[in-house]
């Protein structure tokens, strides 16, 4: 790939790496990364993938830019209010790097949708707020084979794990969601805007590395976050073998739309 002036200037931090170089940088503005959810999680995640080069990014989110978004959506702006989620994000993506193909999906996923959505990516990230949602990224990308990073937050904590086929899937740790009565709303408990900052933000450094194909991805580990005591925690899982979607006898072979567990305040993650 013949790279312009002006892109070996922007991109010069990370060709400089020897892990990255000019080979790294060009599977980079190659790479199809899919991110489901442009709030908290969502936000970070897609500049920092904006930012290092990421050749086309999608953006899917059904939702319009709510003024409770703002504490932590940091892609949208006050002008914003009102506007679609995902126009608002190209927005801002294409304003921080014009090399950036910004795909956008103004639709919520469904079992009717998703793998047609996702198969054109080489990796999605899902930052989604409800656990229906989750679970059906998780369903949808080990049937498509396709590697995704689950991302979770709530009040000064959050947790992430990458799949990629072959590893732990959220069905192994989590066979269902859990039951209503069980999970607080966000009126309840609430969630500090700097937790879905970082995470997002590692959600992203997962993408870059499953792209670049280096470093070590946060397969068969949840790295669980604390910020309240500043504690981050790497905790080691493995594959169920009674899994009911991956394990030796699955109870999941189709998609199947959970029942969403409603969060009862406007905003989502």
Known sequence: MDFSDLQIERYSRNM???????????????GRV?????????SPCALYLAAAGVGTIGIVDSDKVDLSNLQRQIIHFTKDIGKKKVISAKEKIEALNPDIRVNVHPLRMTSENIRETIKDYHFVVDGTDNFASKFLIN???YFEKKP?????????????????????????????????????????????????????????????????GAGSLL????????????????????????CPLCGKHPKITELKDEVEILCDLRGGN
């Open 16 to 30: 400089i790496l020897k892990e990255v170089g000019g080979k790294g940088q060009e599977r980079l503005l190659n």
């Open 34 to 42: 899919l991110i489901i959810g442009a709030g908290g999680l969502g």
């Open 139 to 141: 369903d949808a990308c």
């Open 148 to 212: 995704f990073s689950h991302g979770g937050i709530l009040r000064f904590y959050g947790q992430t794990i990458t799949y990629v086929p072959g590893t732990t899937c959220l069905r192994c740790l989590f066979p269902a969601p859990p039951p209503l009565d069980q999970v607080p709303t966000c009126s309840q408990a609430g969630v500090l805007g700097v937790v879905a900052g970082i995470l997002g933000t590692i959600q992203a450094a997962e993408a870059i590395k499953y792209l670049l």
């Open 219 to 242: 397969v068969d580990r949840i790295q669980y976050i604390d910020i309240f005591d500043m504690n981050f925690q790497l905790i080691k899982v493995k594959r169920n073998d009674d």
